[in-house]
């Protein structure tokens, strides 16, 4: 059968040779391209950061301006700080205990920071400002491990109340400090003590025998007296050693005594002390507003690229062209978002405005098509969608119009038997329509209704009275006898078919076509719906010659070739070439028989 009527010019496509190349359709597994890698170039990502712009400045704006409330709102605040040295007795605990460790020295300073933090020194700088505990003012404690320096930092919008809270905590762990080396002195003393005593005692328990025997030596006579010596000397000798034993922890035990007194004094002096006293700041502390305004930039920026990317890894819509290569479908064309089209619902924009934007995409979506039946023979296709409401209605009655345009006798069926839509597109009746020519009510010449503006090439054939059980009636050996003789009566067919994955009538269309072409909604069509309706396609053994990208927000200059003259060039709208009757109900198809539908080929 010939793409075009006989009287009509041919169409540039049929000059091209049979060896035009034909892009090659991306392998891909469940969406994942098998032919390309997979990781994002600097490119990718300055795209999703284009396409996401809005996540990207808002935060861009925000924490800048937060930054600069916050800065600005805040009042001023001075810092001051003291710094102890730690005494000798603490620094050299280490070397005094046989280790210098960091471990070792770690525990030593943390142990200091317990003292400078505990409760005993809330109570003196309570009692030193003269404030209960829970009001006493605080500070910042830390320590340099690298110089065994304590420092005691106070913030405060005084700069005077600063300088006082960070000398008052400094001064409280001074006392602290050498209270707590008067305690262990003085414990260590009265410990001394009690064992000179215990030496005393166990001394005279010890010469306690010696001691009787040397009172009966003083009251002997004359004549006993050689005899009380002789007792004498022989317990004396018997216990000399123990007695000298004992004495000399005795001597030792009184030289430890004089010794810790003596070095009270020396230990107190080598104790901490305060190396650097707080005095009142006289500039603020607080950050340049500048410096903050400039953070927040950064952060601003490095959170919206992260909330972008966010964003577009949890976005699972189709929104452009790759995304359709990446599901394993060709790309036939993109149809940008409508414009200046009143309040009509489904816009025909291939007649509306034949020079407008959409109209344009449409041509390359036809184009597009007829490149395809070059290689293998496409004259008629159904148009489908994932879902309901995605513009396959509105995709396949300006691809009819297209193709009708380009001189080829086109046929557009409308096969949605449980919504169907084309007759409202057209403003023609709903019945008769196929569903009366399968049914013998009607014959296909008198279902069908040309469009005056394209007699010649366009005809539409309406749903008909809607079936009880669609799917069953697409099924029928009774309805692919009527769509077989309706394709054969034109050289292009386009059917508009129920969405796939509400219902299963498209799958049986499929079989009664050349190809199918899927409608996707861009921006609101998942890829798990568009991966699911081409999966029951393909087991259903459909061939799936490309999709179609609607709503696609693209600036219409791109479409935009006009001539300039003098003369006032007049153009035909849908409203006024098909406008044959005034008022709401009006019907502009024409019931009368097409100029291309035969008698013979009326099916009864």
């Known amino acids: 059968m010939p793409n075009a009527c006989p009287k009509c010019p041919r169409s540039p496509v049929a000059e091209l040779p049979e060896s035009f190349p034909l892009r090659e359709v991306p392998r891909t597994v469940r969406g994942v391209r098998t032919d390309s890698p997979q990781e994002l170039e600097l490119g990718d990502y300055v795209a999703i950061l284009r396409r996401r712009w809005i996540f990207v400045l808002l935060p ?20 001051s700080e003291a710094r102890v040295l730690l005494g000798d007795t603490a620094a050299q605990a280490a070397v005094d205990a046989g280790s210098q460790s960091t471990a070792f020295r770690n525990r030593l300073l943390e142990n200091e920071l317990r003292l400078a933090t505990g409760d005993a020194a809330d109570a003196d700088v309570a009692r030193r400002f003269g404030v209960a505990v829970d009001d006493v003012p605080t500070a910042t404690i830390t320590a340099e491990t690298d110089a065994d320096i304590i420092v005691f930092r106070s913030t405060s919008p005084n700069p005077e109340t600063a300088a006082n809270v960070a000398n008052a905590w400094a001064d409280a762990y001074l006392d602290l400090k050498a209270e707590q080396t008067e305690s262990s002195i003085d414990g260590a003393v009265a410990q001394l003590e009690t064992k000179l005593s215990e030496l005393q005692a166990e001394r005279d328990d010890v010469r306690s025998d010696l001691g009787a025997l040397e009172e009966r030596l003083a009251r002997a006579t004359d004549a006993t007296r050689n005899q009380a010596q002789l007792r004498v000397d022989r317990e004396a000798s018997a216990i000399s050693g123990t007695v000298t034993l ?47 305004i400039v953070l927040g930039l950064v952060v601003g920026a490095i959170l919206g690229a992260a909330l972008a990317l966010l964003r577009e890894n949890l976005d699972t819509a189709v929104r452009t062209p790759q995304d359709l290569e990446d599901l394993g479908l060709v790309h036939l064309g ?73 001189n080829k006798r086109t046929i557009l069926l409308d096969c949605d038997l449980r919504r169907p839509r084309v007759h409202k597109v057209f403003r023609t009746k709903q019945t008769p329509g196929i569903t009366n020519v399968v049914l013998d009510s009607s014959t296909l010449a008198e279902s069908a209704w040309p469009i005056p503006a394209l007699a010649e090439s366009l005809v539409v ?69 568009v991966e699911r309706a081409l999966a029951s396609l393909t087991k259903a053994g459909a061939r799936v010659i490309g999709a179609v990208l609607i709503g696609v927000k693209q600036s219409a200059k791109s479409y935009t070739y006009a001539y300039s003259s003098d003369e006032e060039v007049e153009r035909l709208t849908m409203d006024e070439a098909t406008r044959t009757a005034s008022g709401d109900d009006e019907v502009t198809g024409s019931n009368d028989r097409p100029a291309f539908f035969s008698t013979e080929a009326e099916v009864k």
Do not use: C
């Open 60 to 79: 861009v704006l925000v924490v800048p301006w937060a930054a600069f409330f916050l800065s600005a709102s805040q009042p001023d605040q001075f810092v």
């Open 246 to 292: 004992i004495d000399a922890q005795i001597a030792a035990t009184a030289s430890s005594i004089t010794n810790l007194t003596l070095s009270a004094d020396l230990a107190l002096g080598n104790g901490p002390r305060i190396i650097g006293v707080a005095t009142p700041a006289e500039n603020r502390s607080n950050a340049p507003v500048s410096r903050n």
């Open 334 to 406: 993109s149809i940008p978002t409508a414009k200046n089209t009143g309040e009509r619902e489904l816009a025909l924009a291939s007649l509306e405005d034949t020079e407008g934007p959409q109209a344009a995409a449409y041509q390359k979506v036809r184009s597009a098509i007829e490149f395809m039946s070059l290689e293998d023979e496409l004259n008629s296709i159904v148009v489908t969608s994932a879902n309901q409401g995605e513009g396959k209605t509105t995709a396949a009655a300006n691809l009819a119009t297209a193709m009708a345009q380009a």
């Open 461 to 529: 054939v309406p749903s008909g009275a809607l079936p009880p059980h669609p799917a069953s009636f697409i099924a029928s050996p009774a309805f692919a006898s009527a769509t077989k003789q309706l394709t054969s009566l034109g050289d292009f067919t386009v059917i508009d078919g129920p969405p796939l994955l509400p219902v299963a009538d498209t799958l049986s269309l499929a079989h009664h076509v050349s190809g199918v072409l899927i409608v996707v909604d861009a921006g609101r069509t998942s890829r798990d719906d």
